[in-house]
């Protein structure tokens, strides 16, 4: 693994999402409890921004065409077609670090 610290714990509020971007790579890191997620920025339906959209409990939407996910897996719970790709998270103390070592494309 190769870990890059992203931000701090205090960072990102339980339900948040966040934009980051590590060499190149932008990622969504989101929150729910005392865990954290990683995917990349980009929706795998049309590529827009996760960012602008909305995390609620356990439920992941895009803000553009409403697609949903599970915030912890990824996995689609509604319209989605396509789940999502995740990256490594591990969390340090109150560092947030992601491995993007490994090239996530929907492609
Ligand atoms: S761009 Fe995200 S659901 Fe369409």
Redo the contacts with the bound molecule.
Sequence with gaps: MNWTRVCSTDDIADAGLKDIEIAGTKILVTRSGDEFFAYPLR?P????P?STGMCDGETLT??????QWNLRSGKSTGE?EIDLLKYPVRVTGKDVEVDVSQVLDYD
């Design positions: 929706c339906h049309l590529d827009e996760l895009c803000s553009f065409h409403l697609w989605a």
